[in-house]
């Protein structure tokens, strides 16, 4: 089973989760740009966040054989607090870089004003730069939040077929199906979906356009779900075709549309014996 996780926040994670998603099959990853659980206080905490993103967790994935990229942006939830608002005017230098694929996480959390303005100003810059976008569903109101993110999304102009609207549940699915664009869902232990969920929504749904993820973050959550999807696919009578096309083929045709994706194997001497900025992720040496 080959696997691209398309939403995981791997700087939440530690090496012991890399190593064994790269046993569970995971090759490739895009971690999303999101809030770290209390808020930034200056603008130049995203700068050297966003650095991070682009530099070392790159480095880090690549140690473990895992292919790494991001999506770039201001979320919703910090998209309320004005001491974030200058973020907005750095993103263009940081969609120009290389392993940027999307501009995301964008939409709404508690659908106030302010979310909208920055969502629909990061619209504007994802057409201007022609990258997709990852869109973030809000929590509460999860309905009613999709209804005005789909209204949001046409409003823009972009093509709905590159943008993707996650942490979809069986409320929301149809009415993002019905308009074109990519479908996202998180499997999570306790929240969100769960894999026998999910394999429900494909057998109604269909394959195309389909997203699956872990989100895996600092809460509580699971880098492995993604194969726990396709186990649960394939004992439920999915082939393995399909579970390719769900966990591999779809994230590489959704980033892919922006050019920029890195899927080459390794060189065989590429490992833990390489340093970024002078650090490696080795800790002392063996004995």
């Known amino acids: 089973m080959r696997i691209f996780d398309p939403h995981i926040h791997m700087t939440s994670r530690t090496t012991g989760d890399y190593e064994a998603m ?5 090759r490739a990853l895009v971690e999303p740009a999101f809030w770290l659980g209390q808020p930034r ?8 966040y966003f650095d991070g993103l682009i ?7 690549a140690q473990f054989g895992i292919r790494h990229h991001c999506t770039i942006a201001l979320n919703p939830k910090e998209a309320n607090d004005p001491r974030c608002a200058e973020v907005l005017d750095l993103l263009p230098r940081y969609l120009a870089k290389d ?3 999307a501009v995301g996480e964008v939409g709404y959390d508690s659908m106030t004003d302010a979310e909208e303005k920055a969502f629909t100003r990061q619209l504007a810059l994802a057409v201007e730069h022609d990258l997709p976008v990852l869109v973030h569903t809000p929590h509460r109101d999860k309905l009613a939040g999709t209804k005005r993110t789909l209204d949001v999304v046409a409003d823009s102009g972009i093509a709905p077929d590159r943008v993707v609207v996650d942490h979809l549940n069986e409320l929301t699915v149809g009415v993002v ?3 074109g664009c990519w479908m996202g869902f998180s499997i999570y232990p306790d929240t969100k979906m769960d894999e026998q969920r999910m394999v429900a929504i494909l057998r109604e749904y269909g394959t195309d356009r389909m997203l699956v993820n872990s989100a895996a973050d600092w809460g509580r959550s699971d880098p492995l779900k993604t ?10 009578g999915f082939t393995e075709s399909a579970v390719d096309t769900v966990l591999w083929s779809n994230p590489v045709a959704f980033y892919g549309k922006s050019g920029k994706l890195m899927l080459d194997p390794f060189p065989s001497d590429e490992g833990s014996a390489a340093t970024f900025e002078g650090n490696s992720v080795l800790r002392g040496a063996r004995a």
């Open 41 to 48: 206080t200056s603008v130049g905490s995203f700068v050297d």
């Open 99 to 101: 392993g940027v694929v």
């Open 22 to 26: 790269y046993a569970a099959g995971v």
């Open 177 to 179: 199906a019905d308009s």
């Open 55 to 61: 530099g070392w967790e790159r480095f880090r994935a």
């Open 227 to 236: 194969q726990a999807t396709g186990t649960a696919m394939l004992e439920a």
